[in-house]
């Protein structure tokens, strides 16, 4: 069985700090883990994507994640937080076949 | 560059009525999918199709339906709307094969009320 878990709705940052959006999941196979984000009234758009390659993964506009089985964590951050950041982030697992499972969400405040 | 097109941002429906719901996407993916989002919840998938014809059911199938004639295009029905379906209703397409491809391309999303 797989599962995701968000582990906060919502996060609020000042811009210029770091982010840091939590994600543990569990999955019966070695698992695909994937980050969204959503920006207003736009579709998902791909930050980046772990596939069993490097546990450090770097994604679009300086975000990165980094794979931790041992934790079965997938937490994505990013140095500095931009206005701009402010969306929803969605964590998804890939496991057997075309099960994709979506995380319920973290929504980004980013404070001037 | 890569684009998956809703037919529409906005629908307001009675309850009902039957609702098709268009998706294109216009870069020849095998794949194709259904998603209804709701606060709290994330995505949840409701069908998906891996090739022309086929179809699978996701985890909310129930009310809605799907067609699948040709390979850019994706169709969902609800058969008889209610006021639960009300939401927002996201396509996405992905290449077929294993795990590593199924980075999926999402559109803008429906948004749909049901009266």
């Known amino acids: 069985a797989q599962s995701v878990t968000q582990l906060d709705s919502h996060v609020s940052v000042s811009e210029g700090t770091p982010v840091l959006l939590r994600c543990n999941y569990s999955?019966?196979?070695?698992?695909?883990l994937f980050w969204y984000v959503q920006h207003p009234n736009k579709g998902l758009q791909l930050l980046l994507k772990y596939t069993s390659a490097a546990t450090l993964v770097k994604g679009i506009n300086g975000f990165e994640a980094e794979f931790k089985k041992s934790e079965t964590s997938f937490h994505l951050t990013k140095p500095s937080a931009h206005m701009s950041d402010a969306a929803e982030y969605f964590c998804v697992v890939v496991g057997g076949g075309f099960k994709t499972i979506f995380g319920a969400g973290t929504r980004l405040f980013v404070k001037a | 560059d890569v684009k998956v097109t809703q037919s529409s941002r906005y629908l307001v429906k009675r309850t009902g009525e039957k609702v098709f719901l268009e998706c294109v996407q216009d870069m020849d993916h095998e794949n194709m999918f259904w998603y209804r989002q709701d606060p709290g919840l994330g995505l949840r998938l409701i069908y998906f199709?891996?090739?022309?014809?086929?179809?699978e059911k996701g985890d909310i199938p129930e009310g809605y339906s799907v067609s699948r004639e040709k390979k850019e295009r994706f169709s969902l029905i609800l058969e008889s709307a209610s006021t639960n379906q009300t939401s927002m209703y996201l396509c996405a397409s992905s290449l077929g094969g294993g795990f590593a491809k199924n980075i999926q391309y999402f559109g803008a999303g429906t948004r749909l009320s049901v009266l």
């Open positions: 999955s019966s196979y070695s698992p695909s």
């Open positions: 199709s891996y090739d022309v014809k086929m179809k």
